[in-house]
């Protein structure tokens, strides 16, 4: 692919040096292309950075991992390090992820019911078409997450690391220590 096909092809997820230089007199290269989709990552990356100690979670990541269309995402417990980081880079705090889990999705960061269908959007039919729900309004999706989240210990429970990846699966995980060593217990 080369010319202004190759141009607009990368202008969506190109960082911005790369877009500038697209909009200039240089022409992208195949060089300039292997560089940007380097450190673009893939567009399609999911991370999931979720609450290890609660057990609706969990369920969520085990309903994940046997429903995903291709076995790419990443999770990461949200009282890791690597969690931990990753919220700050996001401009999220360890509250906010004791109200919301963080996904990112192709490079941007997503919370509450946003977050929810982007990883619907990774799964098999039927579960996929859930994202069609996305068309509620955002305030009234997120109103329930609330709701949910805010919940989710007293409704389903709560454990020290209850969630263990299954042997298979352990090199797409980043545990961490449980919540409690991250955060006074506030409830």
Same mark, same amino acid.
């Given at each position: 692919?080369?010319?202004?096909?190759?141009?607009?092809?990368?202008?969506?997820?190109?960082?911005?040096?790369?877009?500038?230089?697209?909009?200039?007199? &240089?022409? #992208?290269?195949?060089? !300039?292309?292997?560089?940007?989709?380097? @450190?673009?990552?893939?567009? *399609?990356? %999911?991370?999931?950075?979720?609450?290890?100690?609660?057990?609706?979670?969990?369920?969520?990541?085990?309903?994940?991992?046997?429903?995903?269309?291709?076995?790419?995402?990443?999770?990461?417990?949200?009282?890791?390090? &690597?969690? #931990?980081?990753?919220? !700050?880079?996001?401009?999220?705090?360890? @509250?906010?992820?004791?109200? *919301?889990? %963080?996904?990112?999705?192709?490079?941007?960061?997503?919370?509450?019911?946003?977050?929810?269908?982007?990883?619907?959007?990774?799964?098999?039919?039927?579960?996929?078409?859930?994202?069609?729900?996305?068309?509620?309004?955002?305030?009234?999706?997120?109103?329930?997450?609330?709701?949910?989240?805010?919940?989710?210990?007293?409704?389903?429970?709560?454990?020290?690391?209850?969630?263990?990846?299954?042997?298979?699966?352990?090199?797409?995980?980043?545990?961490?220590?449980?919540?409690?060593?991250?955060?006074?217990?506030?409830?």
């Amino acid at each position: 692919m080369t010319g202004s096909r190759t141009k607009h092809h990368f202008a969506a997820f190109a960082p911005r040096s790369a877009l500038q230089r697209m909009h200039g007199a &240089e022409r #992208l290269g195949i060089l !300039d292309a292997v560089c940007i989709i380097r @450190q673009m990552g893939n567009p *399609t990356d %999911l991370t999931i950075v979720f609450d290890t100690d609660c057990l609706m979670c969990s369920a969520w990541v085990r309903f994940v991992l046997r429903h995903e269309s291709e076995p790419t995402a990443r999770f990461v417990s949200a009282w890791s390090k &690597e969690g #931990l980081a990753l919220a !700050d880079q996001h401009n999220l705090t360890a @509250q906010d992820l004791d109200r *919301t889990y %963080l996904v990112v999705f192709g490079g941007q960061p997503l919370t509450k019911s946003d977050a929810t269908f982007a990883i619907f959007k990774t799964l098999h039919a039927p579960w996929r078409w859930v994202k069609l729900l996305s068309i509620l309004p955002r305030s009234f999706r997120d109103r329930f997450y609330d709701l949910m989240a805010k919940n989710r210990y007293r409704w389903f429970g709560q454990k020290d690391q209850c969630f263990l990846p299954p042997e298979s699966q352990q090199a797409r995980f980043v545990l961490g220590p449980p919540r409690s060593a991250v955060l006074p217990d506030h409830r």
